[in-house]
């Protein structure tokens, strides 16, 4: 109950948000045409309002949000190299003695746009990770590759200063060598739909990004041929402000639910994360995103873990993410 609860309090929130958003939008487009109108009688102010416009709009949100995922897809034409590193660490201990969980997820991707508003990224996964002494886990230690993803992204609203709502879908099917949590070697497929929406609250300075996904899992561990069903329901907030030319930082806030089954059938953990975001872009073409977060709540349906905090079954104690990029 509780979790439903938070749940809607969060829906609530992000709700009044878009809302206040949406409902500024017209205003904003009628100020624009005033500002026009006004610099048609005054030359000196054109090329000031042109200078604006284009610096509202060179704000790519993509990567803007840190775990959630910005509408933008870049321009026709345009390409993207990028190293995106998810570290996951601590999870219930089994037993007295220390214990060690923290796994590596790196990505390297291509990506290119082959028409406006529309993207094709190309991924080859690396699993490093070091597990210890971790309930219902065995003892592992090593890293290996982890296969490979193909990424479709359509965006049908692109965000501007007169329009400040963007709103994008992306598919991502994956073939993965690795399970997620355990470990143990398989061959899985998984397809993960995500929903990707940002507002410009103040145009120019503040924005708000927020991501619906559903990412189910099929296939077989190697070896003793077992099977392996899982899905994934998540939804994250994030709202950033730009501090200085080029930095923005804000607080994110992501609520997981994991389930056995790829149709949310039982389900086995649930957990919200808060923690900051950091985007620096250093140039035009070259950026950098960094961010954390813990796990504030959560709960495991097992009878075992029932009054124990935290859902840590399915998701770890902590996240970290680390993007590099480059355009060109």
């Known amino acids: 109950m509780i979790g439903y609860a938070l749940l809607a309090r969060c829906i609530s929130q992000s709700a009044v948000l878009l809302a206040l958003a ?5 205003g904003l487009a009628e100020e ?17 309002k042109s200078d604006k416009s284009d610096k509202q709009k060179d704000v790519d949100t993509e990567h803007l949000f840190g775990f959630t995922e910005g509408s933008d897809t870049g321009e026709k034409g345009e390409q993207e190299v990028l ?12 037993g007295p003695g220390r214990s060690t ?4 997820d790196t990505r390297f991707s ?6 406006e508003q529309f993207s094709v990224e190309l991924s080859a996964f690396g699993n490093l990770r070091r597990q210890r002494n971790i309930a219902d886990l065995d ?14 992204k359509y965006q049908f609203l692109k965000g501007s200063a007169e329009q400040p709502l963007g709103l994008a879908l992306e598919l991502r099917p994956r073939f993965t060598r690795v399970l997620p949590v355990e470990g143990n070697g398989a061959n899985v497929f998984d397809m993960e739909s995500l929903i990707q929406l940002d ?3 103040v145009p120019g300075k503040v924005w708000y990004g927020s991501n619906i996904s559903f990412e189910p899992a099929a296939g077989r561990q190697r070896g003793g041929g077992q099977g392996y069903r ?4 998540l939804w994250s907030n994030a709202v950033v402000g730009q501090v200085t030319e080029g930095t923005f930082v804000g607080p994110e806030v992501r609520y997981l639910r994991g389930y056995d089954g790829v149709f949310l059938n039982h389900l086995e953990s649930e957990a919200v994360l808060v923690g900051p975001v950091l985007h620096r872009r250093f140039t035009e073409k070259i950026w950098l995103t960094v961010a954390y977060a813990a796990q504030v709540w959560g709960r495991d349906t097992d009878p075992t873990y029932a009054r124990r905090g935290l859902g840590l079954t399915q998701f770890e104690r902590h996240n970290l993410r680390v993007k590099f990029g480059m355009e060109f």
């Open 83 to 94: 190293v995106d590193t998810i570290s996951r660490f601590s999870k219930r201990r089994d």
């Open 199 to 201: 507002v410009q609250l």
């Open 230 to 233: 899982s899905s994934t329901f």
């Open 110 to 115: 291509y990506q290119f746009n082959p028409v």
């Open 139 to 152: 003892d592992k230690a090593f890293g290996t590759f982890d296969g490979a993803s193909v990424e479709l």
């Open 101 to 104: 969980y923290h796994v590596l």
């Open 22 to 26: 949406l409902a500024a939008a017209p």
């Open 32 to 48: 624009a045409k005033d500002d026009k109108a006004k610099s048609s009688s005054n030359n000196g102010s054109s090329g000031a």
